[in-house]
């Protein structure tokens, strides 16, 4: 019986973003590299790409025999531990692959290994050649390909660290050796980067409290949870995916130092440092000797020019808005709209999609036409879409009548459910259900008491509604009249910042705050929580 060897890999250019997949079949016996595979795949997260090529290279080992047995080596301790059957597959955009790779061959004929990512050098380069392909508008050609030669033609890596993601030990090392070499080396970090971080204790966070009566609890104690956060959930595993020689830096996923739109006045992260980074490559990336534009620092680092070029690109697309170049044309800009105030909303009381769905108070009303006056003002608008619930809709008509626009709904946008605590305040919750609250204010898989709606849940619901409205508004301004949690949802993963983020924001009652949506799937931040035209 044959047996052969995949090596897969896969990367996102903003994760989610510009991604593309890489695998390679090879013999067991002769280490002859008999199939070769990349795709560019359009905007996908890191774990999607990285599933993606499993798929590929599984396919492509069926194609050369089905009889084989097959030895899958991967750097994803993520794909290795979830289709060995060590983790519990969460994500929803994740099962579907896990089980399409399971029933390629039956089981107990596929065996999973996790290995450095210096030991995953040619899937990695695969990858990277198809999303630089799909950069050009271009797919991946074998016939083009180098990634074998490039990982093959006398670099000769030093030997690292080889234990699996998690290791302290490891990590602290290959920290070591990026500094002593210059070359990116990739950390590895945390256990399972898809289950969120672990519990932390309500104490950990400072004080919370209810605000605006949507479930938008902010953190006292905010600054340093972030670095913390990307150590735990392993996100470094995936965002710095330069390892030996040449590796470089993916595109988009620099430091962001334009704080995504060059002011501090227009980027206002609640609590303390407002340092919310928008690649989360910061210190990896300045580690492995990599410099604010995404190109290599040392003299001899092997990056081609037009790689050079395009990170560097990508990286300002993202720093600052205004700088893109010409051909990315314009982007789809989310002109995002707080409702106006509620009866609920000064009692700082729960108010999501699954309680009374009350309208605006006389307040509210006058916040909507007060925002609805800059905006006529401004007169960018071009269209409208709107939160099916009474309070966006109402705000969302106030606005659509000053600007002589109709008004779309989409249900995407809607608020988190609460569950049992629609209509509590912060303290009731706390006293009545002081378990839920905790594991909630932990962990972004938490449901509210009584089968209420996770973040995570919310987040996937507000991904793909995002996916949705760019595609449908490629190059215009809309302004999406929604909540709290869908606001800064968009804000989170348009920074690319950890889930817990969501508690370090602060959103009033018809606030403004923007994002633009570029065509190589990056994001700017251009404004968060103003509430100028209220004063």
């Known amino acids: 019986m044959r047996e052969f060897i995949v090596e897969a890999d896969g990367g996102s250019r903003g994760n989610p973003g510009p991604a593309g997949y890489g695998a390679v079949v090879s013999d067991a016996a002769t280490g002859e590299t008999l199939r070769e595979a990349a795709e560019y795949l359009g905007v996908a997260t890191n774990n999607v790409a990285e599933y993606r090529g499993l798929l590929a290279g599984l396919r492509a080992a069926h194609e050369l025999d089905p009889a084989a047995t097959v030895h899958v080596r991967m750097d994803s301790k993520l794909v290795v531990e979830q289709m060995s059957g060590r983790w519990k597959i969460k994500h929803p955009d994740m099962k579907p692959l896990a089980a399409d790779a399971a029933r390629i061959f039956p089981p107990g004929r596929v065996t999973y290994e996790w290995i450095p990512r210096e030991r995953n050098k040619h899937a990695d ?33 030093p030997p690292g660290p080889t234990a699996p993601p998690g290791d302290a030990a490891a990590g602290a090392a290959r920290a070591r050796e990026a500094l002593a070499t210059g070359r990116a080396a990739a ?20 004080a919370t409290e209810q605000r605006g009566g949507e479930g938008a609890s902010t953190g006292a104690g905010a600054g340093s949870a972030k670095a913390a956060s990307d150590a735990r959930t ?32 227009d980027v206002r992260a609640a609590g303390a440092g407002a340092d919310v980074r928008a690649g989360r490559v910061d210190a990896d990336a300045r580690a492995a000797g990599a410099d604010a534009d995404g190109r290599a620092a040392e003299p001899g680092a092997d990056v081609s020019a037009a790689k050079a070029d395009a990170d560097a690109r990508a990286a300002k697309a993202v720093a600052s808005p205004g700088w893109a170049p010409a051909d990315m044309g314009a982007p789809a800009t989310f002109v995002l709209l707080r409702h106006g105030e509620t009866p609920l909303t000064p009692q700082k009381r729960f108010s999501g999609s699954g309680g009374t769905d009350p309208a605006l108070s006389d307040i509210g009303r006058d916040q909507a036409e007060r925002a609805a006056a800059l905006l006529a003002r401004r007169g960018t608008i071009q269209a409208i879409v709107s939160s099916p619930l009474a309070r966006t809709r109402e705000t969302a008509g106030i606005v659509a009548a000053r600007l002589g626009l109709d ?43 009584g089968g209420g709606e996770s973040f995570a ?28 949690t869908p606001i800064k949802t968009l804000v989170r993963l348009a920074l690319g910042a950890p889930p817990e983020s969501l508690f370090r924001m602060e959103l009033s009652a018809a606030s403004l705050s923007v994002v633009a949506y570029y065509a190589d799937g990056n994001a700017s931040v251009r404004l968060l929580n103003d509430t100028s035209h209220l004063r």
Do not use: C
């Open 125 to 157: 380069r695969l990858a990277n050649e198809a999303m630089d392909a799909g950069a050009r508008g271009e797919q991946w050609s074998a016939s083009t390909s180098t990634a074998d030669l490039d990982t093959t033609a006398g670099a000769v890596t």
């Open 187 to 206: 950390t590895s970090a945390g256990s399972d980067p898809e289950a969120g971080p672990p519990p932390v204790p309500p104490s950990a966070r400072g």
């Open 234 to 265: 392993g996100r470094a595993d995936t965002d710095v995916r330069a390892a030996g020689a040449g590796a470089g830096v993916r595109a988009g996923r620099v430091d962001a130092d334009a704080r995504a739109a060059g002011s501090d006045a």
């Open 407 to 449: 008004v779309g709904v989409d249900d995407g946008l809607r608020e988190t459910d609460f569950g049992a605590w629609e209509g509590l305040t912060f303290a009731e919750v706390r006293e009545r259900h002081p378990d839920d609250l905790n594991a909630w204010l932990a962990s972004p898989d938490a449901e509210p008491t």
């Open 457 to 484: 849940a919310t987040a996937t619901r507000i991904a793909a509604t995002r996916d949705k409205l760019v595609a449908a508004y490629a190059g215009r301004t809309v302004l999406l009249v929604t909540h709290v």
